[in-house]
T-cell receptor, first 115, second 111 residues
Framework: KAGVTQTPRYLIKTRGQQVTLSCSPISGHRSVSWYQQTPGQGLQFLFEYFSETQRNKGNFPGRFSGRQFSNSRSEMNVSTLELGDSALYLC??????????????FGPGTRLLVL | SQQGEEDPQALSIQEGENATMNCSYKTSINNLQWYRQNSGRGLVHLILIRSNEREKHSGRLRVTLDTSKKSSSLLITASRAADTASYFCATVNYGNNRLAFGKGNQVVVIP
């Protein structure tokens, strides 16, 4: 099976702009989670989507949003970019925990630089 | 929210030696997972240990979990230069899929 894919891999934006990142989960996986990784804060949970619904949300401002499509692909959007949004954004997919599998498989990430 | 904390933060060892990393957490968990990350790339899942398990092996990896002490350890035996990476523990609570990560251990294996 193909792994989790994320596009684009690298992105440079300026303050005030918005950005959309995409994630395609492993085939058959219905849960998609997003994480932000920065040197200062480490790995932090953004949100999780399952069956096109946000099931869980981390402590991030409303500028961070996401959605999931019927094919389980997910996008996250960051509006009004700030310098502090520069980070590696990681997407992870997993089978629904109800099936007894909580292992999350991560994509290569999108590295966002905000200037 | 709870967060795993690894100790030590950085480890430098010779190839062939064993590397041990510890992780502690604060609340009850469903399971604990260890991940590896090479040079700021994606996370690679290494092993998952459930709260009712005490020890698990996968190849050269051995993970222990002590729920009474709320701690876990990851042992990499006979290390190789390719094991050079950052290692993170992450906990999962009951009822959700959210991973709470520790700060990570930087491991350097010297050939």
């Amino acid at each position: 099976k193909a792994g989790v894919t994320q596009t684009p891999r690298y992105l440079i934006k300026t303050r005030g702009q918005q950005v959309t990142l995409s994630c395609s989960p492993i085939s058959g996986h219905r849960s998609v989670s997003w994480y932000q990784q920065t040197p200062g804060q480490g790995l932090q949970f953004l949100f999780e989507y399952f069956s096109e619904t946000q099931r869980n949300k981390g402590n991030f401002p409303g500028r961070f949003s996401g959605r999931q499509f019927s094919n389980s692909r997910s996008e996250m959007n960051v509006s009004t970019l700030e310098l502090g949004d520069s980070a590696l954004y990681l997407c992870a997919s997993s089978l629904d925990p109800g099936q007894g599998s909580e292992t999350q498989y991560f994509g290569p990430g999108t590295r966002l630089l905000v200037l | 929210s709870q967060q795993g904390e690894e100790d030590p933060q950085a480890l430098s060892i010779q190839e062939g030696e064993n590397a041990t990393m510890n992780c502690s957490y604060k609340t009850s968990i469903n399971n604990l997972q260890w991940y590896r990350q090479n040079s700021g790339r994606g996370l690679v899942h290494l092993i998952l240990i459930r709260s009712n398990e005490r020890e698990k092996h996968s190849g050269r990896l051995r993970v222990t979990l002590d729920t009474s002490k709320k701690s876990s350890s990851l042992l990499i035996t006979a290390s190789r230069a390719a094991d050079t990476a950052s290692y993170f523990c992450a906990t999962v609570n009951y009822g959700n899929n959210r991973l709470a990560f520790g700060k990570g251990n930087q491991v350097v294996v010297i050939p």
